[in-house]
């Protein structure tokens, strides 16, 4: 058997809002709480776990998931509507915009623990850029 990824353990202020949180702009559902886990699944099977740890030892993590054009569409419906700011680049320097990475499109939000997330339709590299001849 090869490696797979399986789960991940996300540190949380409050785990219910931070999984609550991602699952309404990913179109997801939480699963049920699990020992002190708040678990969302992907669709490839990996499970984000949230875990609510004192503030202070929350450590900013990335975590980007790729979806479809419709499903970003209706991810960058939610965000709007829910009010979350969101930017074309990591470093939130063009905020309200999205990019187009690759021939697809992307956007960076943050968790309410802080944590940067990132939804995109196309993999980093998957469109090379032609060589201008």
Aim: glycine share 12%; hydrophobic share 35%.
């Amino acid at each position: 058997m090869s490696a797979e990824l399986n789960h991940l353990i996300v540190h949380a202020r409050d785990n219910r809002e931070s999984a609550d949180f991602l699952a309404r702009i990913l179109g997801l559902e939480t699963g049920p709480e699990w020992g002190p886990f708040i678990p969302l699944t992907t669709a490839n099977g990996v499970t984000l776990d949230f875990a609510t740890v004192p503030a202070e030892s929350i450590a900013l993590q990335h975590y980007a998931f790729l979806i479809s054009e419709e499903e970003f569409d209706a991810a960058l419906a939610r965000i709007e509507g829910g009010g979350t700011a969101y930017f074309a680049d990591p470093h939130r320097e063009q905020p309200g915009e999205i990019n187009r990475n690759d021939g697809g499109r992307g956007l960076y939000f943050m968790d309410p623990a802080g944590h940067g997330m990132e939804i995109l339709t196309r993999p980093y590299g998957s469109h090379p850029e032609p060589d201008g001849d």
